[in-house]
Nanobody
Framework: QVQLVESGGGSVQAGGSLRLSCVIS????????MGWFRQAPGKEREGVAL?????YYRESVKGRFIVSQDGQSNAMFLQMNSLKPEDTAIYYC????????????????WGQGTQVTVSS
């Protein structure tokens, strides 16, 4: 059973930085895509950054966010710089076998989420 546990959320002012971490266990498939999604109140869950064979970012975070992983510790990270109020959301980490897909429906395993709040 795949388990994902996020940490690192918090409250910052616009322009600040946060680093999210996700520890993943129970992954048995050889090829995996891991990713970060977020969901703001009243909005659908949206992909933020994915990492598999390559890294992928939604347009609004390019140049500000960096996704990375540590294969030895099965951890994934999201370094978020130059944060904006519109980045406020609950951030979830997820993983799926195979290639990276932006649609959240393609992912079955999710962490509990961590709140990120950016004030202006």
């Amino acid at each position: 059973q795949v388990q994902l546990v996020e940490s690192g959320g918090g409250s910052v002012q616009a322009g600040g930085s946060l680093r999210l971490s996700c520890v993943i266990s129970g992954v048995t498939y050889s090829r995996v895509c891991m990713g970060w999604f977020r969901q703001a109140p009243g909005k659908e869950r949206e992909g933020v950054a994915l990492i598999g064979v390559s890294t992928y970012y939604r347009e609004s975070v390019k140049g500000r966010f960096i996704v990375s992983q540590d294969g030895q510790s099965n951890a994934m990270f999201l370094q978020m710089n130059s944060l904006k109020p519109e980045d406020t959301a609950i951030y979830y980490c997820t993983a799926r076998p195979g290639g990276c897909i932006w649609d959240s429906i393609a992912y079955n395993d999710w962490g509990q989420g961590t709140q990120v709040t950016v004030s202006s």
